[in-house]
């Protein structure tokens, strides 16, 4: 059974103003890449690419993200700024974009896109731990609102990049796209530039050291002790067959609607809008039910669903049904993440929170980088078509690792897991 002790001091109320400033520019670090979806078909037919070359454009992506991660969490726990590390990777994700602009050339291309994983990565071992240790009480919730930023990106960008589309070229766009991240870059400098992960507590050497970074020595000291934890294991590589399918979607499903279905930009634009969209309408909803319910049952119930619409669109083939079920799919696609990424949280001692989202967001992105690759091969031989039950196949193997997971039942602030539950 697991052990628990709950801690007798109660946190104090803190103001959301940092959970509104961060949110708002993790929305757009998704942005970014959000608008680089819809811009893939046309410039795949620009540079006359296969659907194995763009698959490959975004393996490099998320290959070099992978690469990165853990460096980047060991940033995260040694360095006490946590502020300016997300002003610098936000800016890090936006300027590439600007570099592509100016390429004709697929191996620049490549390059770019490495160099954007390298950024992206870097923002969500520093977010995501500096957000559940500044409101222990409500990490669902709190992660919950982070992701909806993300979700706010992903929604926002492809609807209006797909109507700048009717009056500029695709450069012209990522050429304007880098100006809102430089400007978010300054405004996190200003308000989170000194902002640490925590408040530190007598005797918590944990959260001491979250708050103010630690020695190289203790770092590796802890590395060690993390490697061991199963549930770290169990949820990373839940989680990367579970980025396996949204990241294969991400890149083929516009290309299906825009080679397949023959839709113009605009409308593909609005079809990414509305599955991005009914994933913020998920995200809070599944933090706060897993705050109230257990990780669990949310994590296996969204999983399993995603899997079933994904089958339902295969079938739907190109009919209007389709359209609807890519809304259906985002509701519960999106919805764990933040989940996930609490309940991970929750496993892992408070020190060493970048680092476990930094495992985390590179075992992702491990799976990111393979699923296109392959979807691009299922499509090239088999159909865009065949793509798609190739990723209710991943969702599926994602839910059976959450099965060997002990059901911890229902989260209560302040809990801490024993050294051997860990």
Request: with cysteine; charged share 10%; aromatic share 12%.
């Amino acid at each position: 059974m697991t052990a628990i002790t709950v801690s007798p001091e109660s946190t104090p109320k803190k103001s959301f103003r940092d959970v509104w400033i961060i949110t708002a520019a993790h929305g757009l670090t998704h942005w970014y890449p959000a608008t680089f979806y819809l811009l893939l078909p046309l410039i795949g037919k620009e540079l006359g690419l296969s659907y194995s070359q763009i698959g490959l454009v975004m393996t490099c992506q998320y290959a070099a993200g992978a690469i990165a991660n853990v460096p980047g969490g060991m940033v995260v726990d040694t360095v006490g700024r946590k502020g300016f590390l997300m002003a610098l990777s936000l800016f890090w994700v936006g300027f590439p974009y600007l570099l592509i602009g100016f390429t004709h050339n697929y191996v620049m291309l490549l390059l770019c896109m490495s160099l954007v994983g390298i950024g992206n990565n870097l923002w969500h071992p520093t977010a995501i731990p500096t957000l559940a240790n500044r409101y222990p009480d409500n990490k669902g919730l709190v992660l919950s609102i982070h992701g909806m930023g993300g979700n706010i990106g992903d929604a926002l960008a492809p609807l209006a990049i797909g109507s700048l589309l009717t009056f500029l070229t695709w450069r012209e766009i990522v050429m304007v796209n880098v100006l809102p991240g430089l400007l978010m870059s300054g405004l996190i400098v200003v308000f989170l530039g000194s902002v640490t992960l925590g408040r530190k507590k007598k005797n918590d050497k944990s959260a001491e050291a979250a708050a103010s970074g630690q020695s190289v020595k203790e770092y590796f000291t802890g590395l060690r002790e993390l490697l061991k934890n199963r549930n770290l294991i169990y949820l990373s590589t839940s989680s990367a067959f579970r980025a396996m399918t949204q990241n294969a979607l991400l890149t083929f499903l516009p290309v299906f609607l825009a080679y397949e279905m023959h839709y113009n930009p605009f409308w593909v634009g609005l079809c990414m809008f509305m599955m991005q969209a009914a994933g913020f309408a998920a995200s809070p909803i599944s933090g706060h039910l897993s705050d109230r319910m257990g990780r669990r049952q949310i994590i296996m119930t969204s999983m399993g669903m995603t899997a079933v619409v994904l089958l339902f669109m295969a079938f739907a083939g190109r009919s209007a049904a389709f359209v609807f079920f890519i809304a259906v799919l985002g509701f519960f696609l999106y919805a764990i993440r933040p989940v996930l990424q609490a309940w991970l949280l929750e496993s892992t001692p408070k020190n060493m929170g970048g680092t476990s989202i930094g495992i985390l967001f590179a075992v992702q992105a491990a799976g990111s980088a393979i699923s296109p690759l392959i979807g691009g091969y299922l499509a090239d031989k088999y159909g865009l078509m065949s793509t798609f039950y190739f990723l209710a196949g991943t969702i599926v193997i994602a839910n059976m690792f959450i099965f060997l997971i002990p059901d911890m039942g229902k989260t209560t602030p302040g809990v801490k897991l024993s050294k051997h539950d860990r």
